[in-house]
């Protein structure tokens, strides 16, 4: 496939050099590419730098948002929530019409220190607002609730553990998921919660979700769904 | 152990039969004890009436709100979380004042149908709210994140599974996972998620328990939480 990746963060960076050794083709699109190109800051939740990683993933094309290919099969949304409609207004609704779209960003804000909140909760979510802003196109919210780490490699945790999907269109959420066990996800544990409303409840649940990072001191953790048989 | 319950729904009858059964001495406050015990309608999750359950349990005090007696050792609040300010309050600051609140009720409203939305959330929580209209008090959140049946009977799902506390003072957090234990929760399986504003997180979590209740077509399901060793 023609993959296209918005945001040059650690997420965009794993996962951009997971699905290039795949074998798909991948865009990468930010702002100003040369800007980022040129970045020798350590990212935070990587520990290298944008041109430590770019060296190693040359293949990987580095795009402005409005150079992104027309034809590309999915469109994956790495960018942080906060400016996530504003970096898929950049890349622009013609080259978003008719494609899957899928969102793995929070909205989560730590302006105010810890412990982080959501821009949009409760009674909306990121997702219903990236569906309705790009109204012909198909938002699949998923893989929001795992640290980047897992989302190429969930055996790093080594047990059964869950995924969601939530999105109005079945055959995106197909495909999505079809892209999650080319990441090595077991389909019987993904599970298709509904709708894009149903991103409400994955999103409120990152607050938890740093909590207990806070607790175990690592974020290769996950939920395992158990049930009365 | 003297242990008040707020609520006489399908929560507060279970932990009120169960807690009478490991020999404590259980009263059951609500507004109208008559009107109370004169209930037949079947509550709609447990199936049965007040009456019903109560032909069982008379052992169970069922008194007015403001006749808890001075001495429990213990207040549990499971009103519904719409309703619990004006249930403490109708208990009083004075009867509440030094003792531990188990807090298990969520904020829930339903009103505009499914999916319910929280009245409370992200910036604040039920059991902030709680504690900080009874700071005398020392409020513990927990329980909150399983089905009443679960609560008292957590081998209904047959795996290790996990339940969560939190709440500022640490020997009435040790008083509450005493008391979980007895209900049959391994200690291990008890994770201290921090102060009370970590209640955020687990009340947060509801929409996507809902959520995964209408899945599954049972509320007898629970996480477990798996980590990278």
């Given at each position: 496939?023609?993959?296209?990746?918005?945001g040059t963060g650690?997420?965009?960076?794993?996962?951009?050099?997971?699905?290039?050794?795949?074998?798909?083709?991948?865009?990468?699109?930010?702002?100003?590419?040369?800007?980022?190109?040129?970045?020798?800051?350590?990212?935070?939740?990587?520990?290298?730098?944008?041109?430590?990683?770019?060296?190693?993933?040359?293949?990987?094309?580095?795009?402005?948002?409005?150079?992104?290919?027309?034809?590309?099969?999915m469109v994956l949304?790495?960018?942080?929530?906060?400016?996530?409609?504003?970096?898929?207004?950049?890349?622009?609704?013609?080259?978003?019409?008719?494609?899957?779209?899928?969102?793995?960003?929070?909205?989560?804000?730590?302006?105010?220190?810890?412990?982080p909140t959501l821009?949009?909760?409760?009674?909306?979510?990121?997702?219903?607002?990236?569906?309705?802003?790009?109204?012909?196109?198909?938002?699949?919210?998923?893989?929001?609730?795992?640290?980047?780490?897992?989302?190429?490699?969930?055996?790093?945790?080594?047990?059964?553990?869950?995924?969601?999907?939530?999105?109005?269109?079945?055959?995106?959420?197909?495909?999505?998921?079809?892209?999650?066990?080319?990441?090595?996800?077991?389909?019987?544990?993904?599970?298709?919660?509904?709708?894009?409303?149903?991103?409400?409840?994955?999103?409120?649940?990152?607050?938890?979700?740093?909590?207990?990072?806070?607790?175990?001191?690592?974020?290769?953790?996950?939920?395992?769904?158990?049930?009365?048989?």
């Amino acid at each position: 496939m023609k993959i296209a990746i918005l945001g040059t963060g650690a997420v965009g960076q794993n996962l951009a050099s997971k699905l290039r050794e795949l074998g798909h083709e991948v865009y990468m699109a930010t702002r100003n590419p040369e800007d980022t190109k040129a970045r020798t800051e350590a990212n935070p939740m990587s520990g290298s730098s944008f041109q430590d990683w770019y060296v190693n993933n040359q293949h990987v094309h580095v795009v402005a948002y409005g150079d992104l290919p027309k034809d590309a099969d999915m469109v994956l949304n790495a960018t942080s929530g906060q400016h996530s409609l504003d970096a898929l207004n950049a890349v622009g609704t013609d080259k978003l019409s008719g494609k899957t779209i899928l969102d793995l960003a929070n909205p989560l804000d730590f302006s105010q220190g810890m412990p982080p909140t959501l821009t949009v909760c409760n009674t909306d979510s990121l997702g219903e607002q990236i569906q309705l802003a790009f109204p012909e196109s198909k938002v699949v919210k998923s893989l929001n609730t795992v640290n980047f780490g897992l989302m190429t490699n969930p055996s790093l945790v080594p047990e059964d553990h869950n995924l969601f999907v939530s999105g109005n269109d079945e055959s995106s959420k197909k495909q999505v998921i079809d892209l999650l066990a080319q990441l090595g996800w077991q389909k019987q544990n993904i599970l298709d919660l509904g709708d894009i409303k149903t991103a409400r409840g994955t999103e409120m649940m990152l607050p938890f979700w740093i909590n207990l990072m806070g607790k175990f001191g690592t974020p290769l953790f996950n939920f395992k769904l158990v049930k009365n048989q």
